[in-house]
């Protein structure tokens, strides 16, 4: 077998490496035996730690055969060189053993580094989403096989790369990205992403990369922290990338089928509405026309049924934005002040202490909140608070007045559909809540004022 296919030449790297501890060695051997032969046996045979450290680092499976074998030649050369007293003996014995278990240390060190060093390459490495990473220099450290299927770049062509180019395969072209604000917290990357969201130190965003899919481009979600050592300082940045294109056009698909039924929605509304006040017209001009008491109450209840018709079409035109955006994170606190501006509560007092607190909600939030608001001021209330409780069972947010509060009898069909104390408000409120599985009911006592409290699922609200 040629030398250069032995394991530990196999490579440009590992030819390197064998090639300095051969030298080390050569070199400390040298200057012990020089040593030696001036009568110095104190000093020189420490230098022997260099070869045994490096190969024990290196080659960290082979590192206690390298000790043994550097400690034997240091024994050799030393008992053959030095007065054979036994004193001189054990001391020579005694320093090959110490460098035989520093050996054995640094290759116990090594492997269990190795091993931990392999299990985050492997991490790394199968994660389903596109991953790489960066050092402090900007150059690639990892580059694993999702991230190889997804540019059709290769690890071997990317690992050691600089200069941005990472950012080649997406862009078509080497410019910061979304990594390098993690890394550097450069602000000015941003501006080239239209959205970005920070949770602690990991950053997202999304982005059309046009370089993808042949040229196609490929819609992709984006999430970028920086690496930290121990003592917290950056030692690099990793980057996750998902495929989110399917995701978007369905998005973009419901958004177009959203607007369809909105503007189709809104046709119909209007003419029922138009046709709605027509058989009003009719039946103001019959009341006037007949006299009789069963004719009277025959249009009486024609005309419960076009209030009840009403009704629901007011109830159409509250519902027909709600639900037609994605829910977002929503500042608890900045809904109720805005529900609070859009409102005449006249001098009731709405007192807020939820400053931290975010949930997961439908956009519309504020308007749910609003018909909270508006059922206290209707109740006759003059203070209102808005509080919150962290629960077993997630975070009750908790909306209290000192109104006249909600009868007993009524409290079971309270967020029903069409009841006349509530309108429709209070089953709007319901409905938008209940988008994000957020669930809503009252609890206060007649007499002494509404108390309502939504009740937000464990994985729907954040302590900011």
């Given at each position: ?5 032995h394991p530990?030449?196999?490579?440009p790297?590992?030819r ?12 400390v ?6 040593a030696l032969l001036s ?17 024990g680092?290196?080659?960290?499976r ?7 074998l ?10 053959l ?8 003996t ?5 320093r ?23 299990q ?6 199968f ?21 190889e299927?997804m ?10 790369e ?12 080497a ?17 080239n ?25 490929l ?36 958004e ?40 009277i109450?025959?249009?009486?209840k024609?005309e ?12 159409s ?7 037609s ?42 308007t ?15 203070a ?8 077993d069972?997630?975070?009750?947010i908790?909306?209290?007045?000192n109104?006249?509060?909600?009868p007993d ?10 009841i ?17 599985g ?6 206060g006592?007649?007499?002494?004022g ?8 464990p994985?729907?609200f954040?302590?900011?």
């Open positions: 077998m040629p030398l250069t296919d530990l030449l196999s490579d790297v590992s390197k490496r064998f090639i300095v501890v051969i030298l080390s060695l050569l070199l051997l040298s200057a012990n035996i020089a009568g110095i046996t104190w000093v020189f045979p420490h230098l022997f730690y260099l070869p045994i450290l490096l190969a680092y290196w080659y960290p082979r590192g206690p055969l390298i000790s043994l550097i400690a034997s030649l240091y024994c050799v050369s030393a008992y060189l030095t007065p054979a007293d036994l004193f001189t054990l001391s020579i014995i005694s090959g053993i110490v460098l035989v278990i520093i050996g054995v240390i640094v290759s116990l060190l090594a492997v269990r580094l190795r091993r931990s060093e392999q985050l390459h492997d991490l790394i490495e994660l389903p989403d596109a991953t790489f990473a960066i050092d402090l220099e900007g150059r690639v450290i990892a580059w694993n096989r999702a991230i299927k540019t059709g770049v290769p690890k071997r062509e990317m690992i050691g600089g200069n941005y180019a990472y950012a080649v395969p997406f862009y078509g072209e410019r910061p990205i979304l990594i390098n604000l993690a890394l550097t917290g450069d602000t000015a990357i941003e501006a992403y239209p959205v970005i969201r920070r949770f602690g130190d990991v950053i997202e965003a999304e982005i059309f990369a046009p370089a993808l899919n042949e040229g196609k481009g819609h992709l979600r984006l999430s970028a922290t920086p690496l930290f050592d121990s003592g917290r300082e950056r030692i690099g940045a990793v980057e996750s990338i998902r495929n989110i294109t399917d995701e978007v056009l369905t998005r973009s698909s419901l177009n089928s959203n607007r369809q039924l909105g503007a189709l929605s809104s046709i119909i509304r209007h003419g029922v509405s138009a046709r709605l006040e027509e058989l009003y017209r009719h039946l103001t001009i019959g009341s006037m026309q007949f006299n009789d008491p069963a004719s109450s025959f249009l009486g024609i419960e049924a076009a209030d009840g018709i009403r009704r629901q079409i007011a109830i035109r509250d519902f027909r934005e709600i639900g955006a994605p829910p977002v994170w929503t500042p608890v606190q900045e809904a109720v002040l805005r529900a609070v501006a859009r409102l005449d509560i006249g001098e009731m007092i709405v007192r807020v202490w939820t400053e931290r607190l975010v949930i997961f909600s439908d956009p519309h939030l504020s749910a909140l609003s018909h909270l608001i508006e059922n206290a001021a209707a109740a006759g209330a003059t209102l608070l808005v509080t919150y409780q962290i629960r069972g997630g975070c009750a908790i909306l209290e007045d109104g006249v509060g909600i009898e009524k409290k079971a069909t309270l967020f029903s559909e069409g006349e104390q509530s309108g429709h408000g209070l089953f709007l409120a319901r409905e938008v809540l209940a988008i994000t957020i669930s809503i009911h009252e609890e006592k007649s007499g002494a509404a108390r309502f409290v939504i009740l937000v699922p994985e729907g954040r302590i900011t």
